[in-house]
C-alpha cells in the first residue's frame, strides 16, 4: 500500500499500531503487504473494529492490528485479540476483498490459476 495511504490509517489509529516497530509482536515492520485497491475496505473494517474492540476484555492486551496483507487472493488481518465480533468483521472484509481488485479498487473477482 502507498505510504500516504498507510500513513492515514496509522494517524487515524495510532493506538492500534503501537508495535509497529517490534518484530516479535507485530509483523507490519513492513507496512501493509497489499495494494492500494483495498484501501476503501480496510478503512471500512478498522471503522467497524473500533466499537468492537472497545468492548474487549480491558484486562487483557490491548488490542493491536498485528498484520495486513493479501493471500491467496484474499484480505488478511491479524490482530491481537479477538471475539466473535471481531472475527465475523474480519471475515466480511475479507470477502469484501475477493470480490474487488487490490489495484484498482473496481469489482472484480478472484482467478484460480491452478
Known sequence: MSPEKERAIFERWPHWFTSKGDVSRSLLSRGFCCEDGWYGIIWDLFLSLEPLSAGLDPTGPAFEVVQVKEKFGGLRVGVSQMDDAIHLAIASARE???????ICGNPGSLNEIW
Open 96 to 102: 469484501r476483498s475477493v470480490k474487488t481488485c487490490e
